[in-house]
């Protein structure tokens, strides 16, 4: 199959992200599709990249099923036969679900992105030049772009609705979601967990 750059449906569209397409599905469900679309420095580049949505969706599901009964998830069908879209789909907009979609209840997104580091790169390698820190974790002095760190670090960061997503401190967690919530989406991301 080729690359999919764009996804059309008969479906009421809620929301174009740079690489996710989010429609309304019936009873309050959203239905997502995860594109081939690339983007980089927070623009969308013309040539996607073929499979890499079906990657990227297989990845989410792969951790939806990890972490099944230790974290509720809205995950309700990710077969397109499956899903009760109340529409009908033509073959070809089937297969573009196929393996790139997953229907879900709606839920309350939590305004924080949970990170771990193993390797001081992107905008940690940009926050540990200008403070000698990642998110609030003092590092060595003299590290290296691309060096591994001395343990994986939780380095989580807000969601921003345009731009860069800024990286924040786990006491900046505390302050956005609560103390409780902050310490078991750390303690969930590092795999420290308690059955």
Known sequence: MDAVHDVELPLKKLNSGKVREIYEAPDGQILIVTTDRLSAFDVILNDPIPGRGEVLNRMSLFWFKYFEGKVR???????????????????????????????MKKAEMLPVECIVRGYLAGSGFKDYRKTGAVCGHQL???????????????????????????????????????????????????????E
């Open 73 to 103: 998830h809205a995950v309700v069908e990710s077969e397109p036969e499956a899903m009760n879209l109340g529409v009908e789909l033509t073959g070809q907009q089937t297969e573009i679900l196929r393996g790139r979609s997953v229907l």
């Open 140 to 194: 060595p002095v003299g590290m290296n772009k691309a060096e591994k760190l001395p343990a994986p670090l939780y380095t989580p960061s807000t969601k921003a609705e345009e731009g860069h997503d800024e990286n924040i401190t786990f006491e900046q967690t505390v302050d956005l979601v609560g103390m409780e919530t902050a310490e078991k989406l750390r303690d969930l991301s590092l795999g420290i967990y308690s």
